[in-house]
């Protein structure tokens, strides 16, 4: 199994109290840190608003931190999970990453997807397309983005874009482009773009979930031809993770007495139960019990972990444990 672990970046409100001038700092050793170790990949968030509630707190934007992470860092991949097509023009956008991948000497992985957050599309003047829409305008945006990773120009007259001749030059350093990590479990429309498209796909990580996702990926791969077994199938987890489970629930609480004062206690409390699945997250216990929650997931093929420790940036012994009794056992 492959670990990447997210950056915080302020997102999910993992950045609160810390002064602004401190934040970038923060980060960056955090991600060099992750370069020096058995990580893979590193990770933000392609959102503008704080999570569970908007607030004042800081959200530093995800393709400004690709391109000073991709200079900062030598060895690990960059990604988002995920950026939103629709905050962004889709030939703009391979533009930013083509160049992003160049700084960080050929390390960007491109996660896409339709977006949620409707608070945010609205504050920043998209409006709120439906669904359907949504879903739409990534298809053309990701036809468009290959087009110009591969051949240096896009051009397409679609509903939602219309690019001609677009020049993308210099082609990213990574041959064949970017790698396309399509996220969501949209079953009849983000799957099939899936299996069109995508190197990776990014599942909730929950085991029926996972499994029911992988078996829908796999049919749509049969109707268009494509090979499943060469999409690699990934998942996020929340991790809280101590010596015992009563270090666990300590660091269970602190997650939620750094949440309360900016969201309140009953949004606190709901996101603590979104992270911990009510007590059943495969990432929330002792080593011992995620390395065996996380093997069951390694059994239905899931070969890629992108984890999240929201008290990193003020407590790295959780990394720390993770790194030192959890990697080794599943890789």
């Known amino acids: 199994m492959r670990f990447g672990v997210f950056v915080p970046q302020g997102w999910r409100l993992d ?24 990580w893979e990949s590193i990770w ?23 391109s000073a992470l991709g200079a900062v860092t030598e060895r690990v991949r960059l990604g988002q999970m995920c950026t939103c097509m629709s ?21 960007i992985e491109m996660g896409i997807g339709a977006g949620w957050y409707e608070h945010e599309w609205r504050a920043y003047g998209y409006g709120f397309p439906a669904a359907r829409e949504r879903l739409r305008m990534l298809d053309e945006g990701v036809q468009i983005m290959r087009q110009a990773w591969t051949e240096g120009t896009a051009s397409l007259d679609g509903k939602h874009y219309q690019v001609d001749g677009a020049i ?21 429309v983000t799957l099939k773009i899936a299996a069109k498209h995508a190197q990776y796909t990014n599942f909730i990580g ?18 268009v031809g494509t090979d499943y077994d060469a999409i690699t199938r990934t998942a996020n987890f929340n991790v809280l993770i101590g010596e015992t489970e009563a270090d666990v629930q300590k660091r269970i609480d602190a997650a939620k007495a750094r949440l309360e004062p900016y969201v309140g206690a009953e949004k606190a409390e709901t996101s603590i139960a979104n992270w911990t699945l009510n007590g059943d997250s495969p990432t929330v216990g002792t080593p011992a019990q995620i ?24 407590d790295q012994s959780g990394i720390e444990l993770f790194e030192r009794e959890v990697i080794p056992a599943l890789r």
């Open 168 to 188: 993308v030059r210099p082609l990213p350093l990574q041959e064949g482009g970017i790698p396309l990590w399509i996220a969501g479990g949209g079953e009849q």
């Open 87 to 107: 905050y962004r023009n889709p030939a703009y956008l391979a533009k930013v990453a083509a160049t992003c991948d160049h700084v960080s000497g050929g390390r």
């Open 206 to 223: 929950t085991t029926e979930v996972f499994t029911r996702k992988s078996e829908i990926l796999k049919g749509h791969c049969e109707t």
């Open 291 to 314: 390395v065996e929650k996380l093997g069951k997931f390694r059994d239905l093929g899931l070969s890629y972990a992108i984890v999240n420790f929201h008290e990193s940036a003020y």
């Open 44 to 66: 933000v968030y392609d959102h503008f608003h704080t999570v569970p509630a908007p607030t004042d707190e800081a959200t530093h934007e995800a393709w400004t931190l690709m």
């Open 15 to 38: 950045l609160v109290g810390i002064d602004a001038k401190d934040q970038w700092p923060t980060m960056k050793s955090l991600a060099q840190r992750a370069d020096a170790g058995p």
